[in-house]
């Protein structure tokens, strides 16, 4: 396996670091301990730091006041991209009018909302309504009614002919340390599947993710992919989506990817990051400045 390496000495040879948020800040009890540190000595060195997440359940504000609730205090709005932003900017450029049906929680629907649009989720779907649709959006796991609201999703799409949107590609998030559950992304696959059609899709791998964060970027100061690198855990999102964009990516074994699977899944997946980290925690002697 690759050697692994301290993630100080990795962040110092790059200006701008886009970090994955589940797995790799926190996790299902909460932030990773002294992950303040990373961010503490980040902001000192006068590096730029970016959340780039799949997340797509709350707004970028209401996801940075959940990073505040929990002690972290670095992370503000404008330092948070996610994958509901770009479905915001297909929304805006491909839906006239209508509703906008969504699966997800009411937090959720503030992407559709921000792009003008009027919002109805699935379970008020019905005969007075439906041919007002004109688009759909899977945005969380939750909000909804697996039973009913899923089914209610798939003849939607088989009696609308609508664009169908992930917002989040995630398949399955961690909910213990052995436990996983299904995100929505792997319920938009299953879903796919049964009314065979293909749906748009935004989150990481995509490179769309990472161009909507460069360009953000690159609209106030120039910046070359060289001077980036990607911090994620998953090897099929995280790092695949930041090598195909052309950044070095730092697989870290906290999260998705743990210390005793992780040479088995690069050699069977071929995805191999740049540098192999066991946490992004820095330890408190880094802020000896």
């Known amino acids: 396996m690759k050697r692994i390496e301290d993630f100080k000495s990795i962040i ?25 540190r990373t961010f503490e000595y980040l902001a000192a060195q006068g590096k730029e730091y970016y959340i780039v997440t799949n997340d797509a359940s709350r707004s970028p504000a209401q996801l940075a006041e959940s990073y505040h609730k929990k002690g972290l205090h670095f992370v503000d709005a404008n330092r948070i991209i996610s994958s509901g932003q770009l479905t915001k900017e297909y929304l805006e450029l491909k839906v006239d009018g209508g509703y906008v049906a969504y699966l997800g929680t009411d937090e959720s629907a503030h992407y559709i909302e921000s792009a003008g649009l009027k919002t109805l989720p699935v379970r008020d779907v019905d005969h007075t309504n439906i041919d007002k649709v004109n688009a759909l959006v899977f945005m969380d796991d939750e909000g909804f009614d697996w039973f009913h609201d899923i089914n209610k999703t798939v003849n939607l799409l088989r009696k609308r002919t609508i664009p169908a949107i992930v917002a989040n590609t995630d398949y399955a998030y961690p909910t213990s340390k052995h436990d996983v559950s299904i995100a929505i992304g792997g319920i938009a696959q299953m879903i796919e599947t049964i009314v065979g059609k293909k749906f748009i899709r935004f989150g990481k791998p995509d490179s769309q993710m990472f161009m909507f964060a460069y360009d953000l970027i690159r609209d106030y100061r120039p910046i070359s992919k060289k001077q980036i690198v990607m911090v994620g855990d998953t090897l099929q999102t995280d790092i695949i989506g930041g090598n195909k964009f052309g950044l070095d990516t730092v697989l870290v074994l906290s999260g998705n990817t743990l210390p005793q699977d992780a040479e088995n899944r690069i050699q069977a997946t071929g995805i191999v990051p740049t540098y192999i980290c066991e946490s992004a925690v820095l330890g408190p002697e880094a802020l000896n400045l």
């Not at 040879?13 to 992950?35: E, M, N, Q, W």
């Open 12 to 36: 110092d040879r790059y200006d701008i670091v886009f970090f994955d948020a589940f797995g790799v800040l926190k996790t299902h009890s909460g932030l990773l301990p002294g992950i303040e």
